[in-house]
């Protein structure tokens, strides 16, 4: 009898591992590992798996919660997928085209070669952008193209924005027209911890953009790793 239960309860056993089987392919595999992991915790009694990745970029050392990353490759890059505002990670939400509450932020320094202001000063050359800043929006200096720099240039149809500050380039902005075939968005470039961070988001938050910097530069420290 002994031995008849036993097999009895071995193919109960079997009966739940294949129904659970068939339940995992349907859910995000970042809400499978945390299910794991808490199954693990349950079943061992040890702490639960520590689902976190480790980036080095520049001066940043971090220890990303798996459900912000949306892309990067190696310790040298990576990308993160918020909502916004609320910064709750979104890596599972992303679609083609992106929602407008969607915070894309990049952190890579290959890109660090070639300083913030050189980098604008040969974005704005590209556009076909006059020197001097035409006038502010939302707080930024515009650089629209120059029909007469322009003559015989490519015409990228790009907005060209900067964060002036103390006469010193501290954010690039580039910007998709409005009126573009596909929803507009927009590009934000600058340096934070020796790092060069990108934000994307779309066109009609670009009135968010200063917000959007400081609240991602503050989830970033908030993945600092401390020896952990």
């Known amino acids: 009898m ?15 591992m294949n129904d659970a089987r068939a339940y995992l392919p ?5 809400a499978i590992l945390v299910a794991v992991a ?35 490759h190696d310790d040298e890059e990576f990308l993160l997928a918020v909502r916004w505002p609320s910064m709750m990670p979104a890596a ?18 290959d890109q ?16 076909g952008a006059a020197p001097k800043a035409a006038g502010e929006r939302f707080g930024l200096q515009l650089f629209p193209r120059d029909a007469a720099l322009s003559q015989g240039h490519y015409d990228p149809h790009l907005d060209l924005f900067a964060h002036v500050e103390g006469g010193e380039v501290r954010s690039i902005i580039i910007c998709d027209p409005d009126g573009s075939e596909l929803p507009p ?19 009609p938050r670009l009135a ?3 917000a959007m910097e400081i609240r991602s530069q503050q989830l970033l420290l908030s993945f600092e790793s401390k020896g952990d």
């Open 112 to 127: 660090l070669a070639l300083a913030l202001p050189a980098r604008f000063e040969t974005m704005r050359r590209y556009i």
């Open 38 to 72: 808490a199954m693990l915790a349950a079943s061992t009694g040890v702490s639960a798996l520590d689902l976190r990745r480790a980036e080095n970029v520049g001066g940043l050392h971090l220890r990303v919660p798996i459900e912000y990353l949306a892309g990067g």
């Open 2 to 16: 002994g031995a008849v239960a036993a097999a009895e309860d071995r193919a109960a056993h079997a009966g739940e």
């Open 208 to 210: 968010e953009w200063q």
């Open 185 to 203: 968005n927009c590009h934000d470039e600058l340096v934070f911890q020796h790092a060069h961070i990108t934000l994307g988001f779309a066109k």
């Open 92 to 109: 599972n939400e992303v679609s083609s085209p992106p929602s407008q509450d969607i915070l894309f932020i990049g952190g890579d320094e």
């Open 26 to 30: 349907h859910r995000p595999l970042a």
